[in-house]
């Protein structure tokens, strides 16, 4: 043997070893497929614990299904000067077939007959205690009341030299333990079989006995595969006062159910249907649905873990059979199917293609049932995910009110800016004004005028008024005609514009004195050049004081800055805003861009944009989202400004200082990304835990 | 071996049916110590305890079964003890009677506990004296080693750590001697008995 492989194995066999020692029971074949690379020799050596272990005091080693009976003498000792065959009352014992915690069960035949049935003795050393004894009778008197197709009958209740004994019908197919796998694959014969079961055991229940050892080593199957339940051996009256009391409750621990494990005193029906539940699990997928490979494993299985959904195991099988089973095997006997008879109805249904009447929880009543398993893990985490919540309310809503604020300052501030930029303008107006006021008070223009000598005129106008600042000077008539103009087009000259407001504005201002008289116009669409433009007009009076009232006008330069050059800063942009001049001399919310970084110098759009502004009792205001309608063809000024407005005292104008959103609340905005990031961060780590923490109970190690 | 009276030999046949059990514990206790082996017989130390019980028989004031073999496995344990004494192992088993009749108890409820569970050949039942006679035949023919570790359970339910301890040997060391011990000892016992 390989010297690597031989101490391998021998550190397994002293794990084994140890934990029988521990007391614990280990489960032979979990050991055997944990090792595979020693499998035969695992599987000789607990073959050997199983024959030797009482010889060698460590009791019989291998985990077996075998009740036990925790009330019982571990000394399982019998009358050796007493061989177990031969005759026995009335009847011939033919040989061993079976043994459980507290009988020994023989085929036997009643002697001078052909007939063989089954007898069930309790072993020698279960006599100790007239205890044992009275529950064997009661258990037998209770068993052979029940006369059920699919229960095992009881024919003869008797005692023997001192020993009690109780025969039954001998059914020679064999238990459904050792028959699992014929039934794999074929769900509907499995819900056929546990159907038929659980009415056995239902008829049993209404007879006021429980099973309490349902497994499938107590379901035997005759030659034509009925089941027969066998072995209501510790089947005690429902309410009778007496053997489960003050102890731990007797059964096979795989299949017993939590309560019962618990050593919970009053056990009910449920605990027959979470066993019902187990075989049909086992059935359904070849696995117990709570394995361990030592006892504590198992008990904590039960107690702590949910099974693994078959569909897991069986990919294919029925949602609702799944269900079906799941629900038998729920920890709360409340919620497990009220009677065995539930379960085969429900079997039924699924038989007949119905709807079953449970289904597998949904993830809200699997969150539920995991909250009422691991309450104080639970609460804690609902307090800590109710402080984030609230921390978190309570931050973004202070962030709120703070970017409020904030907002309301920086509107303030361009709003002061503007007020500011505004003065600068009128500075600049006024010295555009102040050429075209002192020569709409020139007598030689009005002598001009007056004469219509229009060469005059003109010459007057090339020569006093027209410079770089203004694009063209012009004279309207006081019917609004032009009459002549500088530098000279001739297109306009003749032609009547005394809807424009240049025109209008300058007449109403007529009586005024000094640079009231002067007015700004509104922006107007020159016929000269299609272009948006505006114009700085004077009234005068060429005939006297009482004369009609002429018009000089001088249109400012398409490209005019107005003195804005300068004005901005990296943050802070500042835009002038004139009324659009729609004819009528009234009330207009249409302005238009007329000066704005963006425009190039010397050049600007043909179409100026515009933008809505509305009147509020401080000056304007935009929409509460403004936006730049210069992105349309910049699309660097896209997205979100905050806006401050100043009219230019004396005109129509109106200065726009905006900041772009993202830049003025931009701390606030980043605190905000932090905050919302830390709290996900938490979230998910909680989350991350909790999901652990579950997986962890889910699959024991 | 001498002939009683005529008013005894009931009691002495009464006796003798516990001849082959007793006979199985004195050799596994002689089994568990292999040294003693060639100067002893199993069935000698019987034989002389089955006198003593016998001279004695008067002093017997139970009633059962259970408590004749008791008293019966006092006896022998007190024969024991002499022929240890007598071959110089007094030193080494000191207190050896009182420990002996422990130890013949442990032997006796294990060797019945085994045969209440062995199911192995339910058809080819023996009686329960053969049996137990087979096991303890198959015992004595196990190599040293083994039969030391399987008996050190056996007699006195030592934990592997406490017989690992006392033999010098790590935990594995001591659970692969028993697990190839148990593994002769089923192949000892399928055997054709060759006496």
Redesign the interface.
Known sequence: MNPVE??D???I??N???AI?RGEVPDAAAWVARHPAHAA?LA??FA??D??????????AAASDETVDYRQSA???????E???GRFGEYELL??IG?GAMGVVYRARPVGTQMVVALKQV?A?GLDGTDAVQRFREEVLTASGLKHPNIVPIYHVGEQAGRPFYTMALIEGGSLESQLARFRDDPREIARLVAKIARAVHYAHQRQVLHRDLKPGNVVLDESGEPHVADFGLATKLNAAGASEGGPAAGSLPWMAPEAVRGDPTLTTAIDVWALGGILYELLTGKRPFPGETRSDIRHAILESEPIPPRTLVPGLSRDLEAVCLKCLVKDPDKRYESAMALALDLDRWLRDEPVRTRRAGPGERFARMCRRHPALVGGMAALGVLLVAGTLAALSVARAQEERLRGEVCRGNEFAARHVASTILGRLEQLGDPVLTAAGDPELHRACGANDWPAVENFLRMKLHTEAFATVYILDPEGTIRAEWPQRRTVVGQNFRDRDYFLGAVANADRRGRERVHLSRVFTSRNDGLDKLAISAPLRPTGADGPVWVLGATVPTDARLGLTGLHDARRKAVLLAPRDTGVPSQTSDYVILVHEAYSPGERPASLPSVKLHQVDTGFAADEDYADPVAATHPDYAGRWLAGFAPVPGTELVVLVQQRYDEAVAPQGAFLRRLLASVGGAFGLALLLVAGLWLARRRPA | MKIMGAESDSDKLALDRYRG?LCSLARIQLAARPWLSPKLDASDLVQQTLLKAHAARDQFRGRS?EELTGWLRQILARTLANALRTFGQAKRDVGAECSLEADLD?SR????????????S??E?A???ER?AA?TAAVARMPDDQREV?LL??CQ?L??AEIGERLGRT??????L??RG??R??ELMTEVPST
């Open positions: 031989s101490d194995l021998d550190a066999t002293a084994i070893l140890r020692e020799e000789d050596f050997d614990l024959r030797f272990g009482p010889f060698l005091g460590m009791g019989s000394d399982r000792a019998v009358d050796v000067a061989g177990p065959h040989a061993e043994r072993r050393a | 059990y079964p442990a409820s294990r060797l019945d506990a085994w045969l209440a569970a062995d199911q192995t339910p058809s039942r009686g329960a004296a137990v096991l399987v359970k056996h339910g934990s592997l935990d594995a060391a001591v659970a692969g028993l697990r148990l593994q000892l089923r």
